[in-house]
């Protein structure tokens, strides 16, 4: 009698397993700080650059800009974290480790719950690098810890729907550079033509048009409004219909190419 | 006896290519086959229908008498797979690796522990057990990747081309440690491009070629086939390479393989003490030689023996091999 007759199955054990490879995930990134730069480094770069750069431009100065900008860069940040779940899968794929889960006596879907439930590691990374960093430069929360749990929670929830756009792309794109830049040509026109970085009354029409149904824009006012104190049920609405359309749409579209790459 | 590994008409394609054209195959249990062929000829395809990683397009495999398609999930229990590139996170130490491959098996985190650290003490991998995999040598990862493949006690073990790209002394560890497995009574199937690898630890041989199983038998079978040694003489000056053919059929009373391009010829033979006289003749024919070996016959060989024409791109004037 070998080991693996005494393992649940069904959804419980595709959930064990899956929590098993999310602690591999998470190990790796331990290994490696510096896969850690996309959710460190570059929020802090931003923070910076804009804060400071552009700040005294923007909002008369940088102190009154970071105040809007902390929240606002929280969004985009886990946004761009989601690269590393379709990136990562598809690294994976390739290699010998894959093919060693894939003999094994694991549920299927083990090697991508795995993946994806580690890159919400990051995401709740980036949420407190943007937020530690922004403190140090003089934001200040305006409400209380359980508008900031409340903001995490919805980022990562965020994080955990967009990341099946980024497993769709690694699992039909051929290489990691082709994921990452596909990803990031997606992404940007949300990051940027959005409320984050500069008030959306400057755009021309078609552009303040696009940024306030923008989903990143959303999030960031709902986050806006938890940290800073506000209104946040309008945007929240439109957040939360983002989400699921995104998982509607992406998660079975991802689900369908994830099998098609590993079953073959 | 039930074979462990049955194989019937396998067919695999890759698109426009046939990679496997209706393969049969059947191991008994505790047993060790050696798959042999050239890059391309099907080992790899086979391995992976076999460890259920790619879905046949035709014919039935069965390890342990279950379906490989339909009773996948109960195969994989039976399983374990070693295979051309390295199955271990380099990222993670040894250790790691195999605790987590214990924890996937559904043991808990103690028990993992208990059989990752037996296997690193076995594969005398403790020493590097809590370095990154990555810094590990070809030799150590290779034990490792084996180690790993053994986490759930696998009744078949597939080996990959395990030993591609290693020194010969490691070579020759690790024929050591599956030596020892198959002792435990393990199944094994190892696909390998080196004759003396699979004569070293195989008790059948089967020799593929383009998808297609050329040769199957013992390997003393095989070698009387093709004759146990080859002498192997590179004459001094090119023009002597007739003059030296003529004295090996003399002394072997068999045709020498000759390759222009190397200026080599080649003979099988049965006894090994036909060397000396290969050397006296030729003394006495007053041919200078730059070489004179004695060697084991290879895949080449093989081939030639198996199929009538060579396996590799090597030019064979006077083709025919007793």
């Known amino acids: ?264 | 006896m039930r074979p462990m590994i049955r194989v019937d008409g396998l067919v695999k394609r890759f698109g426009p290519t046939t990679a496997l054209a209706g393969v049969d195959l059947a191991v008994p249990a505790g047993r060790v086959v050696g798959v042999l062929g050239p890059n391309g000829a099907g080992k790899t395809t086979m391995v992976r229908v076999l460890a259920t990683l790619l879905r046949p397009d035709a014919g039935t495999v069965q390890i342990g008498g279950l379906d490989v398609v339909r009773d996948a999930g109960r195969v994989r229990r039976l399983i374990g797979l070693t295979g051309q590139y390295a199955g271990v996170d380099g990222d993670l130490s040894g250790v790691e690796n195999l605790v987590l491959l214990g924890r996937l098996l559904g043991m808990a985190r103690r028990a993992a522990r208990l059989r990752a650290d037996e296997l690193l003490a076995r594969f005398e991998l403790t020493e590097w057990a809590s370095r990154p995999s990555r810094t590990y040598s070809g030799g150590l990862r290779r034990r490792l990747d084996l180690a790993a493949s053994l986490v759930g006690r696998p009744e078949v073990l597939f080996l990959d081309e395990p030993t591609t790209g290693l020194d010969p002394h490691v070579r020759r560890e690790l024929w050591q440690l599956v030596r020892e497995l198959v002792a435990d009574g393990v199944t094994v199937m190892l696909t390998t491009q080196y004759l003396e690898e699979a004569d070293q630890l195989a008790h059948r041989i089967t020799v593929f070629d383009r998808g297609r199983v050329v040769g199957d038998g013992s390997p003393d079978e095989l070698k009387r086939r093709i004759g146990g040694h080859t002498v192997e003489v590179r004459p001094a000056v090119l023009t002597h390479m007739g003059a030296v053919a003529e004295v090996i059929e003399r002394v072997t009373g068999a045709a020498a393989v000759q390759d222009v391009v190397s200026g080599r010829l080649t003979v099988p033979v049965g006894d090994p003490d036909v060397l000396a006289a290969v050397a006296r003749a030729l003394h006495l024919a007053g041919i200078e030689v730059a070489e004179l070996a004695l060697r084991l016959p290879s895949l080449d060989e093989v081939f030639l023996a198996l199929t009538g024409k060579p396996a590799l791109e090597r030019v064979a004037v006077d083709g025919r091999v007793s």
């Open chain 1, 1 to 264: 009698m070998t080991a693996a007759d005494h393992r649940p199955g069904g959804l419980v054990g595709a959930l064990r397993d899956g929590c098993v490879l999310a602690g591999r995930g998470v190990r790796k990134i331990r290994r490696n700080p510096e896969h850690l730069v996309d959710v460190t480094v570059q929020p802090v770069l931003f923070l910076v650059v804009f804060g400071y750069l552009f700040g005294g431009a923007i909002a008369g100065s940088t102190g009154a800009y970071l105040q809007n900008l902390v929240p606002g860069l929280l969004a985009p940040s886990v946004l761009m974290a989601t690269l590393s779940a379709g990136v990562g899968l598809n690294t994976d794929a390739g290699t010998g480790v894959f093919d060693r889960f894939r003999s094994m006596p694991i549920a299927r879907s083990a090697p991508l719950t795995g993946v994806v439930l580690a890159a919400a590691v990051r995401y709740l990374i980036a949420v407190v690098v943007v937020l530690a960093v922004g403190a140090a430069l003089g934001f200040r929360v305006r409400t209380g810890p359980v508008e900031v749990l409340a903001a995490a929670a919805l980022l990562v929830a965020a994080g955990l729907c967009f990341c099946w756009v980024t497993v769709f792309l690694g699992m039909v794109l051929r290489h990691p550079d082709g994921v990452q830049g596909t990803a990031v040509a997606l992404f940007m026109p949300l990051v940027f033509a959005s409320s984050v970085f500069v008030p959306d009354a400057t755009m021309p029409d078609w552009l303040r048009a696009w940024s306030a149904v923008n989903p990143v824009s959303l999030l960031t006012e709902v986050v806006r409004g938890l940290l800073n104190g506000g209104p946040v049920g309008g945007p929240l609405a439109g957040a939360l219909a983002w989400l699921a359309g995104v998982l509607v749409v992406f998660f079975p579209l991802a689900i369908r190419a994830y099998h098609r790459r590993v079953q073959n």
